[in-house]
């Protein structure tokens, strides 16, 4: 069978929420990033498609884990990955005036200029990891204080957000490859740190594909000749080219391990090859890659669709997702396991169709070998 863009996203929305009722969303109960980036990945298909059926949804899971004065039953206020559902409050805001929300975005923003820190200014990854920088932060809280600081002319969250960018780019560039490690210790304490530099030892797809589209959504936020957004660009530019560079050009994916495809064990890991590729299609959108990039974009939606398969016609299945990942070894990402569905790729998949819809409506073949 052969399915558009618009029509596989619906049916991998419609079949999360026939299995999980939005309030059973896992981990169940609590306002976390799991659910926030499918959540996130649903607001920006349904904003990109016009297709204003998902809101309900979305609305109906982030009611379900605040009290009716906007205070969230269960939550870290210590972790990153707690913040990044705050996004989600924007959009209900604008669609339903509720206080409620208005109240937990000040709650959650509130939390920023107060968080632990290390000596360069850098938000530890969650309380108890002192000192420790992840990837996967930026997207958790980078979006987040750039919407607020514009909205609400703020711009000392504008300059605290990308000063996180800044201190990631400049410790976790491997220069080699021109990629990012997936941690820096800014005390190399860390049992996964480098005792020279800090860093983690390896460049995990994934985190690097949340710090690219990240990193995109803070500059998009931003006018154009913003002196954030230029040096954003560029930074984003250079890494996604660099990205580009790593792509198996037999099957249009990238590895769990990116920058060692030859490696031992690698193997090919479809969340990060989600983020990559909607990081290229949205880089040529803004003018940030060239136009014959596009090629190796729709590769990587064609590899990316080889992963998934439709059962009974209305089922949608993406298998090849990491689970949720630590810093580690070589051989500790290469033995992590994969699920089915898991929301970390179906938020990622939902993203890459936002910006996929707005280029191409062909029809795809699904769950075949390249």
């Known amino acids: 069978m052969e399915y558009t863009i618009t029509e596989l996203a619906g049916l991998a929305i419609d079949t999360i929420a026939r299995n999980f009722p939005a309030a059973k969303l896992p981990p169940e109960g609590h306002f976390h990033y799991h659910q926030g980036v499918f959540l996130s990945g649903v607001e920006k298909f349904s904003e990109a498609s016009g297709k204003e059926e998902y809101f309900p949804y979305i609305q109906s899971w982030v009611d379900a884990m605040i009290s009716p004065d906007g205070e969230p039953y269960c939550f870290n206020p210590g972790a990153l990955d707690d913040l990044q559902p705050g996004i989600l409050l924007f959009g209900l805001l604008q669609r339903t005036h509720n206080e409620k929300y208005q109240h937990l975005l000040e709650r959650l923003t509130s939390l920023l200029p107060n968080w632990d820190k290390n000596e360069e200014g850098g938000y530890f990854h969650m309380t108890g990891m002192n000192d420790q920088m992840w990837l996967d932060g930026l997207y958790m809280a980078g979006p987040l204080a750039v919407r607020y600081g514009v909205e609400q002319q703020k711009p000392e969250f504008i300059t605290s957000a990308f000063h996180q960018m800044r201190l990631m780019y ?32 390896e460049i995990w797809g994934r985190a690097m594909g949340w710090f690219l589209v990240g990193g995109l959504d803070m500059l998009e936020l931003l006018p154009k000749k913003h002196e954030e957004r230029v040096w954003a660009e560029k ?39 989600m983020l990559f ?18 090629r190796q ?54 993203l890459l169709c936002a910006e996929a819809v707005k280029v191409t409506e062909d029809k795809f073949a699904v769950g075949q070998k390249k």
């Open 235 to 273: 930074v984003i530019a250079e890494l996604t080219a660099s990205v580009l560079k790593y792509q198996d050009s037999q099957t249009g994916l990238w590895y769990q391990v990116v920058d060692k495809p030859n490696q031992t064990g690698n193997w090919h890991e479809v969340s990060c090859s």
């Open 297 to 350: 974009a729709i590769q990587g939606i064609r590899g990316v669709l080889s992963c998934v398969r439709i059962e009974n016609e209305n089922t949608f299945l993406l298998n090849r997702i990491c689970v949720g990942t630590g810093i580690g070894s070589y051989d500790y990402y290469i033995a992590r396991e994969t699920s089915t569905n898991d929301l970390h790729g179906m938020g990622a998949y939902l």
């Open 170 to 201: 400049h410790h976790c560039l491997k220069k080699e490859s021109n990629l990012l490690l997936h941690g820096w210790d800014c005390s190399k304490k860390a049992e996964w740190a480098n005792p020279d530099t800090g860093c983690a030892p």
């Open 277 to 294: 590729t909607c990081a290229v299609l949205r880089c040529i959108r803004l003018g940030l890659l060239p136009q014959e990039t596009m």
